[in-house]
């Protein structure tokens, strides 16, 4: 049976797995969940991760969650290119710095502001309060500021001269807030042409094809079509509190 992956490509995580496989050329299945339409509170979906989250690698019947854990899967199983994920002990051990520091940095804060410019104001029909928008960016500029000065300094890419699975999760968490309009790599050279070389690397094609559904797409009409699910209602009343 071919490599199932469950995958929603307005997530990040979701993008980072599928835009691995692309490039390496692993054959598999893609299995759409539907997160804003609540699907992975379905029961169909319950039977293949009780965690309720993608993206969810099923290979035969090993099913594996959390997308750092699928990327390192696939790089062992695979074999794929040794800049991915070194042998090398330190090259990897940075690797896993950034891997471990971004969970509650780049992507938290551009996860927020992707929420805050992107999606409450479609749900609610009103702007989020500018003090909590002006918190938010101030938090993710802290974070881009981090991530050039610390992992990424005046190295090509994070870990050296070549690639890697860091690389590819800081693009896709970099590129969520970009996907409502806020550009983060105006004035910020370095960070631009670390992002130009990790395109290059990736393919423009490949990379443009992961993220068409949050560059292209009205959320707005995504959400009015579907309604408002109760997990959002939720999540929102959860950020306002």
């Given at each position: 049976m071919p490599l199932e992956l469950y995958l929603d490509l307005h997530s990040q995580p979701c993008r980072s797995v599928f835009l691995f496989a692309k490039i390496?050329?692993?054959?598999?299945?893609?299995?759409?969940?539907?997160?804003?339409?609540?699907?992975q509170y379905g029961e169909e979906f319950g039977k293949v991760s009780v965690?309720?989250?993608?993206?969810?690698?099923?290979?035969g019947d090993f099913?594996?969650?959390?997308?750092?854990?699928?990327l390192q899967?696939?790089?062992?199983?695979?074999?794929?290119?040794d800049h991915w994920y070194p042998a090398d002990l330190q090259k990897r051990a940075r690797a896993d710095e950034f891997l471990s520091w971004q969970h509650t940095n780049i992507r938290l804060h551009g996860s927020k502001v992707f929420w805050f410019r992107g999606v409450l104001p479609a749900v609610t029909g009103a702007p989020v309060p500018k003090e909590k928008m002006d918190s938010a960016l101030e938090d993710l500029n802290a974070s881009l500021k981090t991530f050039e000065e610390k992992f990424l300094q005046s190295r090509p890419f994070i870990i050296g001269d070549k690639i890697s699975l860091a690389d590819l999760v800081a693009?896709?968490?970099?590129?969520?807030?970009?996907?409502?309009?806020?550009?983060v790599f105006q004035g910020r050279p370095a960070l631009s042409a670390w992002r130009d070389r990790v395109k290059k690397e990736i393919g423009v094609e490949?990379?443009?094809?992961?993220?068409?559904?949050?560059?292209?797409?009205a959320?707005?009409?995504?959400?009015?079509?579907?309604?408002?699910?109760?997990?959002?209602?939720?999540?929102?009343?959860?950020?306002?509190?």
């Open positions: 390496n050329k692993i054959p598999f299945e893609y299995k759409t969940v539907d997160l804003a339409a609540g699907e965690i309720r989250k993608v993206p969810v690698l099923k290979d099913i594996l969650t959390e997308s750092i854990a699928i899967y696939l790089a062992a199983k695979h074999r794929t290119s693009i896709v968490e970099i590129m969520q807030p970009v996907g409502t309009g806020l550009d490949v990379f443009d094809e992961a993220h068409k559904v949050i560059m292209n797409v959320l707005q009409q995504t959400f009015e079509s579907k309604g408002l699910p109760e997990f959002l209602k939720l999540k929102l009343q959860k950020m306002f509190n």
